[in-house]
């Protein structure tokens, strides 16, 4: 007993721990935290182990150094938390780490040599979170730099159409290739507009969201006030016909119009945005191959199952196959699917996992939406309210485009399903983004 009474002595290992994870005064949200962490884990090494057993009928045998490095990873991340974020959500993170391993999980059982490299850009994606959270000490020093932020989006946007670095994968020109290394810059892009956006409508928004009549709000926006729409309508159409690219061109757009409706409660916008999507995706469809290949996929992909409808086909059958509880981790034939473990991930899991694996990934994403949104009602500052919940609509607009396009609700928009697809780029990106709603969240909650 200690000199209260009331508890037990500590034993020196017992109060060796508490240093190293830093509890020195209780805290409720980090313990549930780490408790979930800990489930997160016992799923992800139960699923590597079941996966192995279906496919090779033996335990990997590289359990222990998994094991070992999925332990550390989440560790660091904790800890990091518990000493840089201590107020901080304690859903995110666990749920990011589930997400991330189970896509771990099958890729490994897709492609061995892709999931060395994802257990890498893992391993970089939570030191990047760490060193977020180290620079970023409050979300209002984003504010300071908004128009470098944004610049340095702008830069990103148009680095793959630059000779002699942009690289044409799949007819995308998304990627860059510097070195060894190849990746696709929007990812980072994506957060420095967001930052940006928020920033520049929280300063605009009394003139973008009640322009006056003389002594009476107006109901009609006045004309230099949807200058900011238009532009960026015809940017994405620009980077849709230069790059080829129809999803991140379509993210942006919706990230801007989601943000200046936030800021300014105008459905006017929302409305007028409404009109210009469906009039760029009208000029896209007649002027680009690329927009019209996959319009008519989507919306008759067996008339084309030998050649450009092949993919799609195959992830239909791929879920079919799956029904509600799945074949089996190790004991479907999701390979067949063409780029399966980037774009049609979503698909390998419905196979292997069923409809049951594939509700828990969208339960999942439904969690990160949902403690994105609380973040954002807490944030203490109107910028950080907006940017929590332009982040959030990016990991929400992302993860819905891909499943909905799998699923065949939307055309397929070549985005990856966040922190489960193979690709360092989004992996990296997203684990900034959740480092900056912890940020948010942590002053908020302090």
């Known amino acids: 007993m200690n000199a209260g009474g009331s508890t037990l002595a500590q034993t020196p290992v017992q109060a060796g721990w508490r240093r190293v994870l830093h509890l020195g005064s209780p805290n409720k949200r980090r313990t549930t935290e780490f408790g979930l962490l800990v489930i997160s884990i016992i799923i992800t090494i139960s699923a590597y182990i079941i996966a192995s057993l279906g496919h090779t009928a033996s335990i990997p045998g590289n359990i222990l150094p998994i094991?070992?490095?999925?332990?550390?990873?989440?560790?660091?991340?904790?800890?990091?938390?518990?000493?840089?974020?201590?107020?901080?959500?304690?859903?995110?993170?666990?749920?990011?780490?589930?997400?991330?391993?189970?896509?771990?999980?099958?890729?490994?059982?897709?492609?061995?040599?892709?999931?060395?490299?994802?257990?890498?850009?893992?391993?970089?994606?939570?030191?990047?979170?760490?060193?977020?959270?180290?620079?970023?000490?409050?979300?209002?020093?984003?504010?300071?730099?908004?128009?470098?932020?944004?610049?340095?989006?702008?830069?990103?946007?148009?680095?793959?159409?630059?000779?002699?670095?942009?690289?044409?994968?799949?007819?995308?020109?998304?990627?860059?290739?510097?070195?060894?290394?190849?990746?696709?810059?929007?990812?980072?892009?994506?957060?420095?507009?967001?930052?940006?956006?928020?920033?520049?409508?929280?300063?605009?928004?009394?003139?973008?969201?009640?322009?006056?009549?003389?002594?009476?709000?107006?109901?009609?926006?006045?004309?230099?006030?949807?200058?900011?729409?238009?532009?960026?309508?015809?940017?994405?159409?620009?980077?849709?016909?230069?790059?080829?690219?129809?999803?991140?061109?379509?993210?942006?757009?919706?990230?801007?119009?989601?943000?200046?409706?936030?800021?300014t409660s105008r459905k006017t916008y929302l409305f007028l945005g409404g009109i210009l999507f469906a009039v760029g995706a009208g000029v896209g469809t007649l002027l680009f191959a690329h927009v019209k290949e996959r319009l008519v996929i989507w919306l008759d992909p067996w008339k084309y199952a030998a050649n450009i409808g092949y993919q799609l086909i195959q992830g239909q059958y791929a879920l079919g196959f799956g029904g509600v509880g799945g074949t089996g981790l190790g004991r479907g034939h999701p390979g067949i699917i063409p780029v399966v473990s980037s774009d049609f991930i979503f698909a390998a899991i419905g196979e292997e996992m069923g409809l049951l694996g594939t509700s828990a990934i969208v339960f999942a994403f439904l969690l990160i939406v949902g403690s994105g949104l609380r973040i954002a009602l807490r944030a203490k500052n109107d910028f950080s309210k907006l940017l929590a919940a332009s982040l959030t609509a990016i990991i929400g607009l992302q993860s819905f485009f891909i499943m909905a396009g799998i699923t065949r609700i939307l055309p397929l928009t070549g985005v990856t399903l966040p922190f489960v697809a193979y690709g360092g780029s989004s992996l990296v990106a997203n684990y900034v983004l959740i480092a900056i709603l912890m940020r948010i969240s942590n002053e908020g909650n302090s």
Not at 137 to 165: E, W
Not at 178 to 186: D, K, N, R
Not at 187 to 193: D, F, G, R, S
């Open 67 to 263: 094991l070992i490095a999925m332990l550390a990873l989440s560790l660091a991340a904790h800890i990091g938390n518990r000493k840089l974020a201590p107020n901080a959500d304690p859903v995110i993170l666990p749920i990011a780490s589930l997400l991330n391993g189970l896509g771990f999980v099958m890729i490994t059982r897709l492609d061995y040599h892709q999931a060395i490299l994802q257990a890498i850009w893992s391993t970089v994606g939570v030191a990047l979170y760490l060193v977020t959270l180290v620079l970023v000490r409050n979300s209002s020093v984003l504010d300071r730099y908004r128009y470098l932020l944004a610049g340095g989006g702008i830069l990103l946007l148009i680095m793959p159409l630059v000779p002699g670095i942009g690289v044409n994968i799949n007819g995308t020109r998304l990627w860059i290739h510097v070195g060894s290394l190849t990746f696709q810059p929007v990812e980072a892009a994506k957060l420095m507009l967001a930052v940006f956006f928020s920033s520049y409508f929280v300063e605009k928004r009394e003139l973008l969201g009640h322009p006056l009549a003389g002594n009476k709000k107006s109901t009609i926006i006045e004309p230099r006030a949807l200058g900011p729409i238009f532009v960026a309508w015809v940017v994405s159409l620009l980077i849709m016909t230069a790059e080829h690219d129809v999803g991140f061109s379509l993210l942006i757009f919706l990230l801007f119009i989601i943000t200046i409706w936030l800021a």
